[in-house]
């Protein structure tokens, strides 16, 4: 295999990445621009108009001001100006956090203010951004009510089981993503006595799985999740923190990340950190995006389809 | 004369910290940039003072695996100081990004008035 030696590194490692993406999922995917899309099942969605459809937005980091996006209040409203404008109204959507950049009140206004133009349920789970110095106290007033512990809950929508968890509290030095015992213990109980063919989706901020552990890019105690799991047919597990779209089928479980609303981060080892990446101005929205998850009764799989904000 | 020197000298080391008799208040610097602490490893005299500056666009914290010391998130250029008036080892990671560890080993100070 050749190397192009007049292109960044990181540009080919993304290509890898993007193959990934297209061969682990069952949804067909495009490239277009360097960027995939998925080529139909939005389509084939509408036209048998039937089953759940939910989406994801994630990582809206609002008060980010740095050269990767000066502006991330003004990219959230153009992905919520998206979700406005989808034909058909999903029934609600899930944040899986960083919801702001560092945790003020100003900033949680502003994200308010403009998710709330969507006119959907809203169920969050907070990133690490959400919790700074005060720790849950601010995420736990707004977000947190009939959650447990630092906001961990689950829901039923359309025939699936829906759990929110928190892995940003309490990390430990040298660790990863963090569950605790009391959540695991809570999540055991929640999954008791349920029916193996209930469909499950999964949500927290950082990847339950281990993606890249040398930038943290996984959760400690993540596999008890995951045997907790086993018995179910049909597990998904909805993720964010790495800003970007990495999907993996192991068994009957599904793991995907969401894009950022604000900025990019580097493919896994791409650059010397996984910090904010600058791309070039015109495709700043090509690498920004939602996703919306469709699950149809008497499928195991959910389609999940990534939409960038442009392009 | 010179026993009222020394009574002085004696009454200055009473009230300040030995090092800060025996030599000049020392301080040295910790870079956070690209997700790390720079020097990761840093060795100092009892009684300096370390300062955190972070060069990363994303926050950061430095926080004591013994609760000795914890910083406010620090946001782009933010500072962060602490003063080890104790010799040990000090361990530390950030707390948002917990596989970013560092280690600052404080030594006892030397070269100072002898211990009593």
């Known amino acids: 295999m050749t190397r192009k030696h007049d292109k960044p590194e990181g540009l080919s490692r993304r290509k890898v990445l993007e193959c990934m993406t297209w061969a682990g999922t069952g949804v067909l995917w495009t490239v277009t621009g360097g960027v995939p899309r998925s080529l139909g099942l939005v389509g084939e969605a509408n036209a048998q108009a039937a089953g759940l459809t939910f989406l994801q937005i994630s990582d809206s980091h609002v008060g980010f001001d740095k050269p990767a996006n000066p502006n991330a209040l003004g990219t959230l409203e153009e992905a919520i100006n998206k979700v406005k404008a989808l034909p058909a109204k999903p029934s609600f959507m899930i944040h899986t956090g960083d919801i702001t950049h560092l945790s003020k009140v100003a900033e949680f206004d502003d994200a308010e203010r403009i998710i709330s133009q969507a006119r959907l349920d809203v169920h969050y789970v907070p990133g690490e951004h959400d919790i700074l110095d005060d720790g849950v106290k601010l995420y736990g007033e707004r977000y947190g009510r009939g959650t447990k512990g630092a906001g961990w809950y689950s829901f039923d929508a359309g025939g699936v089981h829906f759990i929110g968890l928190v892995n940003v509290v309490d990390l430990k030095a040298g660790g990863l993503g963090n569950l605790g015992s009391d959540q695991l213990e809570w999540l055991e109980n929640d999954l008791k006595g349920r029916s193996a063919s209930t469909p499950i989706v999964v949500f927290a901020h950082i990847p339950l799985w281990v993606v890249y552990p040398q930038w943290g890019w996984g959760t400690d105690d993540g596999e008890r999740v995951l045997g907790y799991l086993k018995p179910f047919g049909s597990v998904t597990v909805l993720n964010g923190h790495i800003h970007q779209i990495i999907q993996k089928v192991e068994g009957n479980v599904t793991f995907h990340t969401a894009r950022s609303t604000a900025f990019p981060q580097p493919a896994p080892g791409a650059a010397p950190s996984p910090g904010p990446m600058k791309v070039e101005d015109a495709k700043l929205r090509s690498v920004l995006g939602i996703a919306s998850i469709n699950f149809m009764p008497g499928q195991q799989r959910l389609a999940i389809v990534d939409t960038p904000l442009q392009g | ?116």
């Open chain 2, 1 to 116: 004369m010179l026993p009222a020197i020394f009574a002085g000298l004696l009454q200055l080391a009473l009230l300040a910290p030995p090092s800060a008799v025996a030599e000049p208040a020392t301080s040295e610097m910790v870079k956070i940039d690209n997700f790390t602490f720079a020097p990761q490893r840093l060795t100092v005299k009892v009684g300096t003072s370390v300062t955190w500056t972070n060069e990363d666009d994303i926050p950061h914290t430095v926080a004591s695996t013994s609760n000795a010391f914890r910083s406010k998130v620090l946001d782009t250029d933010d500072k962060y100081s602490f003063t080890f008036a104790t010799a040990g080892s000090f361990e530390y990671f950030c707390s948002l990004h917990p596989h970013m560890t560092g280690t600052i080993v404080v030594e006892a100070a030397t070269g100072g008035p002898a211990a009593p």
